[in-house]
């Protein structure tokens, strides 16, 4: 178990390639009795950036640059709950100025517009990895930027129940009978373990996870993963996750060296820090414990996730 690389090593990989992040908005239609997928893509821009402003946050990027290189691998980016595609945009930019192709997600019904306390919606469990899946097809197939992307090359980045699709998507096959701190009691855990053929997607090699929403306590509900996962745990947990749950995940999945155990931390250092209204309006996730410094956590967990998808990527 390690926590930081260099943030000096992390700055020099980020500056061997740097560009703005370009930076649009897009739909992928609605298919079947599943709505419209709202995403956000960065990419590699060689212009300079602008100040973009997108709810609370002031991004810096271009409005729809054309895409700087080619061949470029795909990052997902898949929120928590009532998360939304803005919520890792720290992450997004700087993957972007590293030569990727970044796509976030809005989860339908699950998002901060939802607004919706029910925290284990089967449906929404069931439908997210879907919903990956489907914007995996999207990106590759139809967006304006699929031209540039290596289909060979398709990571994914998740937090909290986003955390819980990447394991699903890699190949995880979720235990929803286990008493988890997420599950156990609750009469609905019997509709959850009812759930049965969860998306998968082999296209996703390589994927990064924080403090996962788990029901991967057995041995076996991971033992079909055969993919590179980095995985990052907050001392404290919170939002239904316990940092003992994430340990167990990567005790199942066998990690040393990519398994990050964060000081000091609760559940929500894993966001992009918070603008200053930001924080008065929401604190509970944006207040971290004394002496935790979110913004420069952030510029060592960016560099490590940069340094993770290159390495696997052969960049």
Do not use: M, Q, Y
């Given at each position: 178990m390690r926590?930081?690389?260099?943030?000096?090593?992390?700055?020099?990989?980020?500056?061997?390639?740097?560009?703005?992040?370009?930076?649009?908005?897009?739909?992928?239609?609605?298919?079947?009795?599943?709505?419209?997928?709202?995403?956000?893509?960065?990419?590699?821009?060689?212009?300079?950036?602008?100040?973009?402003?997108?709810?609370?946050?002031?991004?810096?990027?271009?409005?729809?640059?054309?895409?700087?290189?080619?061949?470029?691998?795909?990052i997902v980016v898949s929120h928590g709950f009532g998360g939304n595609n803005l919520g890792h945009h720290d992450t997004a930019e700087a993957l972007a100025d590293a030569g990727f192709v970044v796509a976030a997600l809005n989860h339908p019904g699950d998002t901060t517009a939802a607004n919706s306390a029910n925290t284990l919606s089967p449906t929404a469990l069931g439908e997210r990895p879907a919903d990956v899946k489907r914007l995996i097809d999207f990106m590759l197939g139809a967006s304006p930027v699929a031209a540039s992307i290596d289909p060979e090359r398709v990571g994914f980045f998740g937090f909290s129940r986003g955390g819980y699709t990447g394991i699903v998507i890699a190949g995880g096959n979720p235990d929803f009978t286990r008493g988890t701190a997420s599950c156990g009691g609750d009469a609905r855990c019997a509709k959850l373990a009812a759930l049965g053929g969860l998306t998968h997607d082999p296209r996703v090699k390589a994927v990064v996870i924080a403090d996962p929403l788990s029901f991967f306590d057995a041995p076996k509900s991971v033992e079909d993963i055969k993919v590179p996962i980095q995985l990052w745990s907050s001392q404290f947990g919170g939002g239904g996750v316990l940092p003992e749950s994430v340990a167990t995940v990567a005790h199942n999945l066998n990690l040393t060296s990519e398994f990050h155990l964060v000081p000091n931390s609760g559940h929500f250092v894993f966001l992009a820090p918070c603008p200053a209204a930001m924080a008065a309006r929401v604190p509970d996730i944006c207040t971290d414990p004394p002496g935790f410094d979110r913004v420069a956590f952030h510029e060592r967990l960016d560099a490590e996730i940069v340094a993770f998808f290159r390495k696997h990527f052969g960049m």
């Open positions: 926590f930081g690389l260099s943030l000096g090593l992390g700055l020099v990989l980020l500056a061997t390639c740097a560009h703005a992040a370009g930076l649009r908005s897009v739909e992928v239609t609605a298919e079947g009795d599943r709505p419209t997928l709202n995403v956000l893509i960065w990419s590699p821009c060689a212009a300079p950036p602008d100040n973009i402003r997108l709810g609370p946050f002031t991004l810096p990027a271009v409005r729809d640059c054309p895409v700087a290189g080619s061949k470029l691998p795909l």
